[in-house]
């Protein structure tokens, strides 16, 4: 298996830009997670998914992120409009029954100018 | 008090020693427990789980357990500069999901 992927690798944008990221999970896995990592603030949970239903948003931090995930080997996440405290590194993970520890992606870096 | 604690660093450490990390958590009811490690620029790499009270031992790592002090470590022996990294403690499967939430980490420097 090729692992969690995550696309783009790295996104520059202006203020006010719709930014949207990618993954897609390791085959096979039912949770998925989307993390923020600043160094301020670390590693945060933003929302997870169990079987592609929304389990726990309360990390997502505005109404301007919004997260789907329509069927078992995609998701996204949505900034609209991005902010430059949006800049962080976002990583995706997945998981098997959610007990066996989560696998993360290579991240995607925004830079929000 | 947040949910999972871990001192930021950095842990200096001569190489051949050993190296030990600490982690405490907030939610008793937690069911799994997780070290991860990552390099500078890197993603979260999965070295250790561990799910009953003790010891469990892989390689130079050894995790260990004690729920009823909330309280998870991780021990690395012969210390090599290939593990300077920062170590992530990860906490999960309270409230009959698998909400993983991780510590801000520990940074640990191994000098030859």
């Known amino acids: 298996d090729a692992g969690v992927i995550q696309s783009p690798r790295h996104e520059v944008t202006e203020m006010g830009q719709e930014v949207t990221l990618r993954c897609k999970p390791i085959s096979g896995h039912d949770y998925l997670f989307w993390y923020r990592q600043t160094m301020m603030r670390g590693l945060e949970l933003l929302i997870y998914?169990?079987?592609?239903?929304?389990?726990?948003d309360s990390g997502m931090p505005e109404d301007r992120f919004s997260a789907k995930m329509p069927n078992a080997s995609f998701s996204t996440l949505k900034i609209q409009p991005s902010e430059p405290r949006d800049s962080a590194v976002y990583f995706c993970?997945?998981?098997?029954?959610?007990?066996?520890?989560?696998?993360f992606g290579q991240g995607t870096r925004l830079t929000v100018v | 008090q947040k949910e999972v604690e871990q001192n930021s660093g950095p842990l200096s450490v001569p190489e051949g020693a050993i190296a030990s990390l600490n982690c405490t958590y907030s939610?008793?009811?937690?069911?799994?427990f997780f070290w991860y490690r990552q390099y500078s620029g890197k993603s979260p790499e999965l070295i250790m789980s561990i799910y009953s009270n003790g010891d469990k031992e892989d390689g130079r790592f050894t995790a260990q357990l004690n729920k009823a002090s909330q309280y998870v470590s991780l021990l690395i022996r012969d210390s090599q500069p290939s593990d300077s990294a920062t170590y992530l403690c990860a906490v999960g499967g309270s409230g009959g999901y698998n909400k993983l939430i991780f510590g801000a980490g520990t940074r640990l420097a191994v000098h030859p």
């Open positions: 993970a997945s998981s098997f029954s959610g007990t066996n520890g989560a696998f």
């Open positions: 998914f169990n079987n592609n239903v929304p389990i726990d």
């Open positions: 939610d008793r009811v937690s069911q799994s």
